[in-house]
């Protein structure tokens, strides 16, 4: 069975740093482009970041110079460092897992809010 278990979220003040956790299993991780989408209340699901399986990153512009996706196919294990956070990063961060072949997951997401 697969499993994708977004951790890390919690309430920060602007300005202030989150480290988000997905931990993967029941699928061949390192086979996996790995990536970190958001929604915000009332916005669509937006894509944030995405490491390929060589391990080449890619961002949004919105967060690009502020958050790093990271991952390790030792421990199965996707990262998104998150610095400088704004008010307007509030969302529910969710981890996918999409394959070549077409097999796509989601985990259930993790609630980062941002205010003072």
């Known amino acids: 069975q697969v499993q994708l278990a977004e951790s890390g979220g919690g309430l920060v003040q602007p300005g202030g740093s989150l480290r988000l956790s997905c931990a993967a299993s029941?699928?061949?991780?390192?086979?996996?482009?790995m990536a970190w989408y958001r929604q915000a209340p009332g916005k669509e699901r937006e894509l944030v970041a995405w490491?390929?399986?060589?391990?080449?990153?890619n961002y949004a512009e919105l967060v690009k110079g502020r958050f790093t996706i990271s991952r390790d196919n030792a421990k199965n294990t996707l990262y998104l460092q998150m610095n400088s956070l704004e008010p307007e990063d509030t969302a529910v961060y969710y981890c996918?897992?999409?394959?070549?072949?077409?097999?796509?997951?989601w985990g259930p997401g993790t609630l980062v809010t941002v205010s003072s």
């Open positions: 996918n897992a999409q394959h070549r072949k077409g097999f796509n997951y």
């Open positions: 029941g699928i061949t991780f390192s086979t996996y482009i």
């Open positions: 490491v390929t399986r060589s391990g080449a990153t």
